[in-house]
């Protein structure tokens, strides 16, 4: 096939409400659809990331430089998308890079999220070309269904109730589980609100839990000692920002709780320097991030060869199907709460439904989801 055309479409949705973490708080739902176009009229059509401070900048690299990059560029093999997504991460933009390392980071940001967008929508182009599923093409699926939990456990008012009631819907909703924020109060009241998703859970419902960066090394030993036995599934991104390498390697050493990270991770290289240092026990990579599916399957082959598990942060439409072909992973990870994600079940026509604790893996060509763009022509901007 060959690239004919490149869009990138931006989206943003005011919530309701706005969500409070450990370390965050949320009051925008963010997107943004990629569609290319092939010359036999085929379009390979995405969406994916929830970025909203340098959304017009990834939008504008992808509809410039990218476009005038890509356009013309012929696909035939799955190694011509590994080529070209080695050319796009490589390619000499002037974002005002002045390799200051770290502050340099989010230009490199940047471009990986237009970069992981790009590739997302040439897997499904041509996935529908060849009128196969992706997961197909890199190397078979697995499984025809995953365990799916909810990203949810946002602070409420009424805490621990919060916490009970909360969990009691979501196993309403079908999931198997819950990914909850800790970090904002003290340690006691965290372990309250961690009973209560127990409690309302019942022995077959996960709990985990995300510091989202919150902790010093120190605070993630003591959280370990004295939560190691509550039974958690993993304990997610605990250690600050600066000690997320090194650091969490320490802490890993002496946690019965597992270790999972990498869901920041803009390139391949840092997710596997995460298993190389021993950091984790499962990575939760982001394929918008990362490099798109190219590089979620880099990360995904050099996991295997350590022994690590593969999750996915969020975006079910592309993690479904990574993590279909993979051997050692991890659940799917959803916004069961519409307030939270109100795109999921709207700018798809065919967005799987949680039944009896798992998600279908779509089976259509491509992706095999289909965009919804009667509302995205509504809500874009």
């Known amino acids: 096939m060959m690239i004919k055309d490149v869009q990138a479409i931006p989206l943003v949705l005011l919530l309701d409400k706005p969500f409070e973490a450990g370390t965050y708080r949320v009051s925008n739902r963010n997107t943004i659809i990629v569609r290319i176009t092939t010359d036999e009229a085929i379009q390979g059509e995405v969406y994916g990331g929830d970025e909203d401070i340098c959304q017009d900048e990834i939008v504008a690299l992808i509809n410039g430089e990218f476009k005038k990059l890509i356009v013309g560029k012929t696909v035939e093999s799955p190694e011509d998308i590994q080529n070209l997504y080695r050319d796009l991460m490589n390619y000499p933009i002037d974002l005002g890079y002045r390799a200051l390392v770290d502050l340099d980071m989010g230009r490199h940001g940047i471009q990986q999220q237009a970069l992981s967008l790009v590739d997302m929508a040439v897997w499904d182009a041509f996935g529908k070309v060849q009128g196969k599923p992706v997961h197909e093409l890199l190397g078979g699926a697995r499984r025809d269904s995953i365990p799916v939990i909810a990203i949810g456990g946002y602070y409420h008012d009424n805490e621990p109730q919060g916490t009970f009631d909360e969990v009691i819907w979501l196993k309403?909703?079908?999931?198997?589980?819950?990914?909850?924020?800790?970090?904002?109060?003290?340690?006691?009241?965290?372990?309250?609100?961690?009973?209560?998703?127990?409690?309302?859970?019942?022995?077959?419902?996960?709990?985990?839990?995300?510091?989202?960066?919150?902790?010093?090394?120190?605070?993630?030993?003591?959280?370990?000692?004295?939560?190691?036995?509550?039974g958690l599934a993993w304990l997610e991104e605990p250690v600050k920002w600066y000690d997320c390498l090194t650091g969490l390697a320490e802490v890993r050493k002496e946690s019965k709780i597992p270790i999972v990270s990498g869901q920041g991770d803009i390139s391949e290289y840092r997710s596997c320097d995460l298993v190389r240092y021993g950091a984790v026990d499962q990575l939760n990579t982001d394929a918008t991030l990362v490099g798109g599916i190219t590089g979620w399957m880099n990360v995904a082959k050099f996991a295997a060869s350590r022994n690590v598990s593969m999750g996915h942060h969020e975006e079910p439409q592309v993690s479904l199907t990574l993590l279909s072909v993979v051997e050692n992973i991890g659940p799917v990870e959803i916004f069961a709460d519409e307030k939270r994600d109100p795109l999921w079940k709207k700018i798809l026509k065919n967005a799987p439904v949680p039944e009896d604790g798992k998600l279908r893996v779509p089976q259509g060509p491509g992706l095999g989801l289909e965009l919804n763009w009667d509302v995205i022509d509504k809500l874009r901007i």
């Open 172 to 230: 309403d909703q079908g999931v198997s589980g819950i990914k909850m924020k800790v970090g904002r109060v003290a340690f006691e009241k965290d372990v309250e609100r961690i009973q209560a998703a127990f409690e309302a859970g019942g022995k077959d419902f996960s709990v985990a839990v995300d510091v989202n960066q919150g902790w010093t090394v120190e605070q993630v030993k003591i959280f370990c000692r004295d939560a190691g036995d509550l």
